[in-house]
């Protein structure tokens, strides 16, 4: 006869193989994941080629240009919102349904805030030899509003840790616009009007096939109202503009700095040093639903491991890339490209560091700690702007590359310690916003 209860050997086994279970499962999804993310990058490293062979280096200036105030607002328009749906998902108190139409109103209404934001952005504040692409820029503008609410959704399936559902999303939005450009090319030619029309038509069937499954989408009941998670979101509203400004100060700088050939060099060896973000960046969303999961905590030890492995990784695969991006660039991009190659030696660092950085951010937002970087990222950004400035006169636009690195290491100091200091940390409220963090 078996004995109702459970001895304490067995009670033991049972959580060691629960855990191991859970374990599997994260690597999993972690591989998974990485995977996706690879795919994602090649589709962006297509699409850059693309532009750039159709559009040469000056016309890949121009379209940067166009696209420069969409970039710069695409994260930062979204207010925080992304953040607190991710939340909302990972605590798992709302109904699915209800939370998704959440997530696309928020998403309909920050982008188009964000959109006329754009707008007005590209109306005033081009430098004076290229407000000539000013019909264009507002243009891209409109793609806006698709971005934002494929972000917004995305994210929920992001927190509630289906992965399977997001990575599929993630690549149909990631695969629409190549795809438009590669038709377009053999049927009829790219040129910049039309690369910047596509990108509009793209951002909305992507935006489109975030609806599958949802009924009723904007008839249907939704929770939390949109004013609410507007409210929800102000902490992570700053923490995004600070850390997305900094991401892209480097751009706003090349915009004013260099000519439209050099921003385009610069521009299209970007998305060339993607991949070396990859893995950090992966594990960022990983990190996020760890730091929201208020019944576990990272350790120092953990940090320690994921921070070791994370610069072995990133400095393994920094060597590699330097030494094979002569060769890929001729080849990929075509002679009249080579002159980039100087930039993406001093973007591939910028690039390996950043992939780091947006990991250990994305865990102290899902610490609930929004503010925590903000000293941080305006430190850094001043360094920038020093850096470049100083060095401009004798190097040219290779000095905003420099001012990236230099603003990518300092970065990564200061935020290394902010999540040590967490982890260290004794009896917070899981509500903090750890402004008084470093």
């Known amino acids: 006869m078996t ?3 459970s001895s304490p050997n067995e009670i033991s086994e049972t959580g060691r193989d629960s855990r191991s279970k859970e374990k599997s499962r994260l690597a ?7 995977g996706v993310a690879f795919l994602i990058v090649v589709l962006q490293m297509g699409q850059g080629i693309l532009l750039a062979r159709t559009l040469g280096p000056v016309g890949r200036g121009e379209y940067a240009t166009a696209m420069f105030f969409v ?18 998902a990972a605590e798992d108190k ?3 349904s209800r939370l998704r139409r959440a997530a696309l109103k928020l998403g309909l209404v920050t982008g188009s805030v964000t959109t006329i934001l754009a707008i007005l952005l590209n109306s005033v504040a081009l430098p004076a030899e290229k407000q000539f692409l000013i019909p264009l820029a507002c243009l891209c503008s409109l793609s806006l509003i698709g971005q934002q609410v494929v972000l917004i959704m995305t994210g929920v399936d ?15 939005a990631a695969a629409t616009f190549p795809v438009l450009l590669l038709i377009t090319e ?11 029309g596509l990108f509009v038509v793209a951002s909305t069937l992507s935006m489109l096939t975030c609806l599958y499954g949802l009924r009723t989408p904007l008839g249907g009941p939704s929770e939390p109202k949109v004013a609410s998670l507007l409210r929800e979101s102000r902490p992570y509203a700053y923490s995004t503009f600070a850390t997305d400004l900094f991401e892209r100060l480097d751009l706003l700088l090349i915009l004013w700095i260099a000519g439209l050939r050099d921003q385009g060099y610069y521009a299209a060896m970007v998305p060339v040093v993607y991949p070396l973000t990859v893995i950090p960046n992966t594990m960022g969303l990983f990190l996020f639903n760890a730091g929201a999961d208020t019944t576990k905590r990272l350790k120092a030890t953990d940090v320690n491991r994921i921070l070791g492995s994370s610069l072995a990784v990133q400095a393994a695969s920094t060597i590699v890339f330097m030494l094979l991006i002569a060769t890929v660039i001729g080849w990929l991009y075509g002679e009249a490209f080579l002159p980039a ?22 865990y102290v937002k899902g610490r ?17 702007v020093v850096v470049a400035i100083t060095l401009e006169p004798s190097l040219g636009a290779i000095s905003v590359a420099i001012a990236a690195l230099a603003g990518q290491v300092i970065s990564f100091v200061w935020l290394s310690a902010i999540v040590y200091a967490d982890v260290a940390s004794i009896g917070e409220p899981p509500g903090s916003t750890g402004s008084d963090l470093l």
């Open 28 to 34: 999993k999804q972690f591989i998974s994941t990485v």
């Open 3 to 5: 004995s109702k209860f």
């Open 368 to 384: 609930g700690k929004p503010l925590a970087a903000i000293r941080c990222r305006v430190t850094a950004m001043v360094l920038m």
């Open 71 to 88: 970039q710069l607002l695409l994260y930062v328009g979204l207010f925080g919102g992304l953040e607190v749906i991710c939340r909302h």
């Open 186 to 196: 053999l049927a009829i030619g790219v040129s910049l009007l039309r690369a910047c």
């Open 158 to 172: 992001r927190g509630q840790g289906k992965f399977g559902a997001y990575n599929v999303r993630r690549v149909i």
């Open 341 to 362: 190659i100087h930039f993406a030696y001093w973007l591939a660092p910028v690039a390996a560091i950043k992939g780091i950085l947006q990991g250990l951010d994305s």
């Open 94 to 96: 709302i109904d699915a």
